[in-house]
């Protein structure tokens, strides 16, 4: 069969019906609603951003039923939020492979504003690439960039296929002006925690450092921190981390996302001309409050 | 029945104009015999000129107007065009895929073209006075600018939906085409 535009144009239709259908309105602001995504049963996902007060949230769903959700936990860093509701209420999301997604491939932004039915926008994938971190800090497993218009109010609602499936949540904030979207993958690994801790938990050394020929330079290290406790001094150079010959901060930072916290790491540092070990149990972060 | 988008688009230029007032230049689409349709703030008053796809210049007067929801219907003799074909906007299911005809920015039957993103009120919180944010619109996600007023909006079948009118927040509004027929049959009696 000939693919017209009118087929084309009922094949996007039926993908904002059928993606739609996992797709909340979220109050968690005033005025202009934002929007979550049914990640799984009873659990929703949204922009941390959008979420402005910790109490008081409501959802509406795509029935029009607007019901209470509690805050589960919130990443700045991944600007992604957690909300929990009943069980049983709508259909789980669908999810698609976002590390199939080239430049080029058409996409949809789908979005619920109170009580009406879904919105959409349409677009294309503009850029790709692998991991990065947000300016936030936050660490997120793939680059997807497109051309959609995140309007007001569809900020945590789904990328999704023209198949319906879902490819990852939409951020307004995390970069401007192209519209931004955290994968399937980095959504699962963060909820996974914000469920079982409330907060995503980033490893910690308690020390400065900055490059020098053949390693890092130890500039400042925290009181009763993890890198005091290993030991480590300022002035010592750091030559490898678990293994790994180090010669710049960023490296140290990758390897302190995941479940690093309470690992402990091998250090090789030179310290007056001489090798020197040590063994660095890895902290959490100290949290600032909100 | 199914056409490629080129066809579409082809019905649907054949009955768009161009509308001069002044120094201003909008679009406006033939509605029937010697009627075409256009915004309100397109054709403010008395006598405007409509300039034809063939290039023919005709006198056109503003017949009568409604200011609130931007709509004015010319009376243009001798237009000889065919009148557009339409279809309900409550129809439409959001992702449908939408284009736009009119002259933005003076260039002449410019499409452009994206999908249906909602149809209704706007939300709280579009920066818009509240008693045009409640009005019914037909909301695109697709590019207009100045010169889209009073051009059509239509489906992948080239069936009008609604009257390009402005953007609000990046998002096209347009006026629901059922809106500019009721007016039509209330005034025309």
Redesign the interface.
Known sequence: MAVTLSTFSDQLADAVEHGAKSVVSVHARPRLPSTGVHWRDGVIVTTEATVRRDDGITVTLPDGRRIPAQLKGRDPGTDLAVLGIPTGQLPAATFGDPTALRPGHLVLALGRTGDSGPRAAFGAVSATGGKWRSWKGGEIDLWIQSDLTIYPGLGGGPLVSPDATILGINSGGLSRPLATTIPVSTVERVITQLLTKGYVARGWLGAAMQPVHGGLVVLSVEPDGPAALAGLMVGDVITSLDGHAVEHPDQVLDLLVGDIVGRTLKVELIRGGKQVRADLLVGERPRRTR | ?????YE?SAWVKDCVVEVHQGAGVGSGLTWAFDVVVTNAHVARAGKVQVRLPDGNIRDAWVRFADRERDIAVLDVPRLGLPAVRRRDPADL?????LFAIGHPLGVRHAMSS?????V?PL????PIPAQLRRLPWV?A?LRLAPGNSGGPIA???GRVVGMSTMIV???ALAVPITAVEALVHARAA
């Open positions: 029945m199914s056409t490629p988008g579409a299911r959001p992702g449908e895929v994206g999908i249906l993103h909602a209704g939300p709280d919180g579009y909301q996600d489906d992948a079948e927040g990046g998002l």
